[in-house]
């Protein structure tokens, strides 16, 4: 069965940090770039970060660049994504998805529950 489960997520001030999980199994994890999305209330999905964790490539979002950096840790099967100098409107539930292929436009084909991260100012 394959499984993506978030965890991480909590409230947090303006300015501080959070270090969101995601832990996979069920799949090749070497196959796959695993992905961190989020949905904002009445807002749509956007894209985050993304890494192949076969060669450590990664992507950012420009809204996130330069304080949000996602690491793989293959031996776990587990993607973390740091989350630094948080602002109010970073607010939302952040799922991890995995896709053949990195980028935050590809196909994802799995993807997790969802950790909810509160910013408050």
């Known amino acids: 069965e394959v499984q993506l489960v978030e965890s991480g997520g909590g409230l947090v001030q303006a300015g501080g940090s959070l270090r969101l999980s995601c832990a996979a199994s069920?799949?090749?994890?070497?196959?796959?770039?695993i992905g961190w999305f989020r949905q904002a209330p009445g807002k749509e999905r956007e894209g985050v970060s993304c890494?192949?964790?076969?060669?450590?490539?990664?992507y950012y979002a420009d809204s996130v660049k330069g304080r949000f950096t996602i690491s793989s840790d293959n031996a776990k099967n587990t993607v973390y994504l740091q989350m630094n100098s948080l602002k109010p409107e970073d607010t939302a539930v952040y799922y991890c998805?995995?896709?053949?292929?990195?980028?935050?436009?590809?196909?994802?084909?799995?993807w997790g529950q969802g950790t909810q991260v509160t910013v408050s100012s």
């Open positions: 998805a995995a896709a053949r292929g990195l980028g935050l436009g590809k196909l994802y084909d799995y």
């Open positions: 069920g799949f090749t994890f070497d196959d796959y770039a």
């Open positions: 890494i192949d964790s076969s060669d450590g490539s990664t």
